[in-house]
């Protein structure tokens, strides 16, 4: 959009030249708009590098997380083989495989949760405190629609990206829970009584899901998300209510 006015001046000339404006307000020490492009460039530079950083972050927690997905299906896997064969010694040795790798799953997703929890607290304060300031933005330049709409893509940007930090971690309490569900579902009750009493707490500490908190009280979900934003919807309209109702 800032550079509009160079290309509506080559198509379209008026006798008076469009004034060039910046993507957002920045201060240089010595603008002009012999600099112009320059400085766009900079700023492309600048927005280009800080997403790379994001999509490198992004990408290494959703590889961390499908990884530990993996983990609890191929555990989900072999609990199903369990009993398949005649020979008890080795339905044992399955047995005690599925309870290594299980807590091997379990220490894996503690390690996603305290690499990941600070990030994920600066990422939902942000998230909800810029959420909350473009819609006061909207709100107040509601008789300017070119500002509006920009504030209202930063909102569509802030809640994309809540969404897919939220869906991978919905993902990995999926799988840790799910993993009750496999066990149920491997007719257990076909199986001798030491690999059920075993099974038995396979599926009691599936109860607990494994999940990544932004802080101690709030987990990170699809469910948090969305009572996080019908909270600030509420807040933000019920003044609009009050007034028009």
């Known amino acids: 959009m800032s550079t509009n006015p160079k290309v509506f001046n080559f198509i379209l000339s008026l006798n008076e030249s469009r004034s060039n404006k910046l993507p957002f307000r920045v201060y240089y020490f010595n603008y002009s708009e012999k600099y112009f492009y320059w400085i766009i460039i900079h700023l492309s530079f600048n927005t280009f590098l800080e997403t790379v950083i994001f999509i490198v972050f992004e990408s290494v927690l959703a590889v961390s997380i499908e990884h530990a997905c993996g983990l609890f299906k191929k555990i989900g896997l072999h609990i199903e083989k369990i009993n398949g064969n005649d020979n008890e010694k080795y339905n044992k040795i399955a047995l005690i495989h599925c309870v290594l790798e299980h807590n091997r799953a379990i220490e894996f997703c503690d390690s996603i949760k305290s690499l990941y929890w600070p990030c994920f607290m600066f990422i939902v304060t942000l998230n909800k405190i810029f959420i909350s300031f473009f819609f006061i933005q909207i709100v107040a330049h509601s008789n300017n629609f070119i500002v509006a709409v920009k504030y ?4 569509g940007n802030s809640i994309v990206h809540l969404f897919f930090n939220t869906f991978f971690a919905q993902r990995i309490i999926d799988y840790s829970a799910g993993l009750t569900d496999i066990v149920y579902n491997s007719l257990w009750y076909k199986k001798p ?17 494994c999940n990544i908190a932004a802080v101690k009280l709030l987990n990170v979900s699809l469910r948090s998300a969305c009572w ?18």
């Open 152 to 155: 209202g893509a930063f909102i």
């Open 193 to 209: 009584s030491r690999i059920r009493k075993s099974l038995l707490l396979i599926m009691i500490r599936s109860k607990i899901p």
């Open 228 to 245: 996080v934003r019908m909270c600030q919807i509420f807040i933000f309209f019920w003044p609009l209510m009050t007034i028009f109702f």
